[in-house]
C-alpha cells in the first residue's frame, strides 16, 4: 500500500532534523540573542517601511515575544494586503510589489502560520505563479541570453515560496532555472553571485523533498544541488567567507538545508567567519542581519515548509523567551568636529572624462549616502542622485541624470579607487579620510 504523503514528508523531515549541521561554537548565546533583539527593534520603527524577511527571521529563531512579531505582521498586511480587493497591492504610493518582495511575503505568511486557502491568500498565490511566468517569457524571448524580468535571485526565491508552501511548481519554471544554473549564469565573468547561487540552491532543495515531480525532473534537480554545494564550497575566501561577507548567511543556510555536515572544514571556517562579524557588529543592514539569525539557529527558509501551528486557529503556541530591554539600537556614530575628504568620482563608459570629479568634506563616520548628499547641496559644482527603496536599504538609480533606460540591463555600480568593488550599500558604506569612490554607469 502506497505511504500516505504527508507520512512521507514528516520522515523526510525527521532525518533531516536528525543531522547535526553547522553546529555554533557554545558560549554565542549572547551574540545571538542580540542580533534577535536588534530585529526586534525595528519592528517597532514605523519610519521604515516592515520586511519580510526581518519577520522570517523571527519566526525562525528560537526565541520570541509573541506580541511585537504579532504586530510586525500586522505592518506587513496594512502594505501588501491593504484591503480585501483581489489583487494584492502595496499601501497608496507604492508600486506593485517585484516577484521577491511578493515571495517574501508569501513566506512570511507560512512562517505565521495563516490560512492560505483564503480567496485573498489564493490570489496571492496566484499573483506570484503569474509573476515567474512573466519572468520565464523574458528568458524564452531571448534564449541565448535571455534573462528574467528582474533577476534570477528573484526568480529563485518564487519558486521556493510556491513549494515551501506546498504549491505544484510549472516545470517548465523549474527547468529554466535548471537550465541557467547549469550554464553558469548566476556567474560573470567567472565570479560567482553567490546569493543567487545559494537562492536557487535553497528552491531545488525544496523541490527535492516534494511530491510532485517525476523521478527524471528530481534526479535533475539533485545533480544540481549537488554542482551547487561544490560551487559554493569552492568559493569560500581564505578569511572563510562564501564570496563575501553578505553573501555568505545565505551561502550557509543553502549549505545547511543541502547537508552539509559540521566535520566537513568549510562549515565550521565559515561559522567562524560570520560569528566574529557578528561580534564586530558588522550585520547592520537589516536584510543580510536577517538572512544570519535562521542560520545561528542552524536553519534556513526550507524549514519554513514544516514550522508546526500548534492551535486550531493557526496561531502559535510560544513562550516569550526574549526580554528586549528598553535601550534603542546604537546610532552610527559622526564626529561633527572632525573632518574626512572623500574623493567622488562618476563615470559612464565609453565617455573617457567623468562626469563629477570632485573632493567633498564630510564628517568622520558618514555613510557614503551622507557623502552624496553632501556633494548635491555644494552650488559651485552640480551633483545629483536618486535612490529607490528596497528591503536591503536604499540603491543608487541615477547619477548626473543618468539612468538605466526601460530594458536597459545597466546600475551604478560603486568601486573604491580603482577597481575594488565595494560590497556594502550606500547607506552601510563607511568611506575613510581620503578615500577615493568611483560611481560607475557598468552592465550587469
Not at 4 to 15: A, E, G, I, Q, Y
Not at 64 to 72: A, G, K, L, P, V
Not at 283 to 294: A, H, I
Amino acid at each position: 500500500m502506497e505511504r500516505p504523503r504527508w507520512l512521507s514528508v514528516f520522515l523526510l523531515h525527521s532525518l533531516f532534523a536528525a543531522i547535526q549541521l553547522c553546529d555554533i561554537p557554545s558560549g554565542r548565546t549572547h551574540g545571538i540573542k542580540a542580533l534577535n533583539k536588534e530585529l526586534l527593534k525595528l519592528s517597532e520603527d514605523a519610519s521604515k517601511q516592515p520586511n519580510p524577511s526581518v519577520y522570517l527571521a523571527l519566526r525562525l529563531s528560537d526565541y520570541h515575544i509573541r506580541e511585537r512579531e504579532s504586530q510586525y505582521l500586522q505592518r506587513l498586511k496594512d502594505v501588501f494586503q491593504p484591503s480585501s480587493i483581489s489583487i494584492p497591492t502595496p499601501a497608496s504610493g507604492q508600486e506593485q510589489p517585484n516577484t521577491g518582495q511578493l515571495a517574501l511575503y508569501l513566506l512570511a505568511l507560512r512562517a505565521a502560520c495563516q490560512d492560505m486557502e483564503t480567496p485573498l491568500e489564493r490570489q496571492l498565490v496566484t499573483q506570484l505563479k503569474l509573476h515567474l511566468h512573466k519572468e520565464k517569457a523574458s528568458i524564452v524571448a531571448h534564449e541565448n541570453n535571455g534573462r528574467p524580468l528582474t533577476s534570477y535571485y528573484q526568480y529563485g526565491l518564487g519558486v521556493l515560496a510556491l513549494c515551501v508552501h506546498n504549491k505544484k511548481v510549472d516545470v517548465h519554471v523549474i527547468s529554466k532555472l535548471v537550465a541557467a544554473e547549469k550554464r553558469g549564469r548566476f556567474e560573470r565573468e567567472s565570479q560567482l553571485f553567490v546569493d543567487t547561487e545559494a537562492m536557487a540552491g535553497l528552491a531545488f532543495v525544496c523541490l527535492e523533498r516534494a511530491t510532485f515531480y517525476t523521478p527524471e525532473l528530481v534526479a535533475e534537480l539533485n545533480q544540481a544541488v549537488q554542482r551547487m554545494k561544490k560551487k559554493i564550497l569552492q568559493a569560500q575566501t581564505p578569511n572563510g567567507t562564501f564570496g563575501n561577507i553578505y553573501s555568505s548567511p545565505l551561502a550557509v543556510q543553502f549549505l545547511i538545508a543541502a547537508g552539509v555536515k559540521n566535520k566537513e572544514p568549510e562549515c565550521p571556517n565559515g561559522m567562524a567567519a560570520l560569528l566574529g562579524r557578528l561580534e564586530e557588529g558588522g550585520f547592520r543592514n537589516p536584510l543580510v542581519g536577517s538572512q544570519l539569525l535562521p542560520v545561528l539557529h542552524g536553519k534556513s527558509y526550507v524549514d519554513i515548509a514544516s514550522m508546526e501551528c500548534h492551535t486550531k486557529e493557526g496561531a502559535m503556541e510560544e513562550t516569550d523567551s526574549l526580554v528586549l530591554g528598553t535601550s534603542a539600537p546604537e546610532p552610527r556614530v559622526t564626529s561633527q568636529d572632525t573632518k574626512i575628504t572623500v574623493h567622488l568620482i562618476v563615470k559612464r563608459p565609453p565617455r573617457r572624462l567623468p562626469l563629477y570629479n570632485e573632493f567633498v568634506r564630510v564628517p568622520a563616520g558618514s555613510s557614503l549616502l551622507d557623502v552624496l548628499k553632501a556633494a548635491e547641496k555644494r552650488s559651485f559644482k552640480p551633483f545629483s542622485f536618486e535612490t529607490q527603496e528596497t528591503l536591503s536599504g536604499p540603491m543608487l538609480t541615477s547619477v548626473m541624470g543618468v539612468k538605466a533606460r526601460q530594458g536597459e540591463r545597466k546600475y551604478w555600480k560603486i568601486l573604491q579607487f580603482p577597481h575594488t568593488t565595494v560590497e556594502q550599500g550606500i547607506a552601510d558604506y563607511i568611506p575613510q579620510n581620503d578615500e577615493s569612490i568611483v560611481l560607475k554607469f557598468t552592465p550587469w
